[in-house]
């Protein structure tokens, strides 16, 4: 299967960046889609962004502020967040689906333990 740790989660004041990375480890073949996702206290989980066939596609709440990138060579995705709001606290989930390497090329469905993202006034 694929593990995905999260880190780079903390407390910022607002008008912040911050880096979130998503170390994928595992023997992927090849990944479909990517995204992240959060959830603030007493909310569902909401999408923040998502990446298929080369395109991403963000939430109109973040849209224009924050980036999703990927990384092969590190396997390792990223969400970089710029102009922070107060708003954008939650927790925040890295999501992958793709294919192992071997036999079948297996499909396989991960998520990160999730990282937290909390923003002052």
């Known amino acids: 299967q694929v593990q995905l740790v999260e880190s780079g989660g903390g407390l910022v004041s607002a008008g912040d960046s911050l880096r979130l990375s998503c170390k994928a480890s595992g023997s992927i073949y090849s990944i479909n889609l990517y995204a992240w996702y959060r959830q603030a206290p007493g909310k569902q989980r909401e999408l923040v962004a998502i990446?298929?066939?080369?395109?991403?596609n963000y939430a109109a709440a973040v849209r224009g502020r924050f980036t999703s990138s990927r990384d092969n060579a590190r396997n390792t995705n990223y969400l970089q967040m710029n102009s922070l709001k107060p708003e954008d606290t939650a927790v925040y989930y890295c999501h992958i689906r793709g294919n192992l390497e071997g036999s079948g090329y297996r499909a396989f469905n991960s998520w990160g333990q999730g990282t937290q993202v909390t923003v002052s006034s």
């Open positions: 990446t298929t066939d080369g395109s991403t």
